[in-house]
T-cell receptor
Framework: DAGVTQSPTHLIKTRGQQVTLRCSPK?????VSWYQQALGQGPQFIFQ???????QRGNFPDRFSGHQFPNYSSELNVNALLLGDSALYLC????????????FGSGTRLTVV | DQQVKQNSPSLSVQEGRISILNCDYT??????FLWYKKYPAEGPTFLIS?????DKNEDGRFTVFLNKSAKHLSLHIVPSQPGDSAVYFC??????????????FGTGTRLQVTL
């Protein structure tokens, strides 16, 4: 049973560019959350999607946006990249019921130069 | 404002001994707490959780203790094994919103179990 799948695993972008990260949730999971983990820090909540809508959002600027598709997969988009956006981006999924069964992917390592 | 704090960035324990990882929180709305383990190049893996209606939860070698009055929880690993060497994150959530809430993580404690 595949868990949470994220792509790409690594990415290098230039300041000012835009990036799209992708996530396929674990089978049976319909809710997807995104987290940013900077070096030496814990994961920080970006936002959560279910039923194709953003349901909850953390303290991140509008440059960070997302989308959820009918098959529950999700994308995270970041516009106008800054050096400070360099981090590990983690996707987590869970079923709507069984509230706390969060499963994390291995993440996408984004480096902004 | 760091609502979940893990004040020990690292911990070294001998194999077979007890590992105790600590976590403090400030938000009184938190009522569910989780521990995740993270190996390099992997995502966090759920380890154990506890609801605020309990003060202890045990799963094999892992036990989590919750002291609500002190806003403190701890993870005990007994006995510690070399494969337990990883970064451990404490996370907290509030279930009052009625939907699955976001997780607020601490900064992690790197555990090294030595032979």
């Amino acid at each position: 049973d595949a868990g949470v799948t994220q792509s790409p695993t690594h990415l290098i972008k230039t300041r000012g560019q835009q990036v799209t990260l992708r996530c396929s949730p674990k089978s049976g999971h319909d809710t997807v959350s995104w987290y940013q983990q900077a070096l030496g820090q814990g994961p920080q909540f970006i936002f959560q999607y279910y039923e194709e809508e953003e349901r909850q959002r953390g303290n991140f600027p509008d440059r960070f946006s997302g989308h959820q598709f009918p098959n529950y997969s999700s994308e995270l988009n970041v516009n106008a990249l800054l050096l400070g956006d360099s981090a590990l981006y983690l996707c987590a999924s869970r079923p709507r019921t069984g509230v706390w069964g969060y499963t994390f992917g291995s993440g996408t390592r984004l480096t902004v130069v | 404002d760091q609502q979940v704090k893990q004040n020990s960035p690292s911990l070294s324990v001998q194999e077979g001994r007890i590992s105790i990882l600590n976590c403090d929180y400030t938000n009184s709305m938190f009522d569910y707490f989780l521990w995740y383990k993270k190996y390099p190049a992997e995502g966090p893996t759920f380890l154990i959780s506890i609801s605020s209606i309990k003060d202890k939860n045990e799963d094999g070698r892992f036990t989590v203790f919750l002291n609500k009055s002190a806003k403190h929880l701890s993870l005990h690993i007994v006995p510690s094994q070399p494969g337990d060497s990883a970064v451990y994150f404490c996370a907290a959530a509030s279930t009052y919103t009625g939907t699955a809430s976001k997780l607020t993580f601490g900064t992690g404690t790197r555990l090294q179990v030595t032979l």
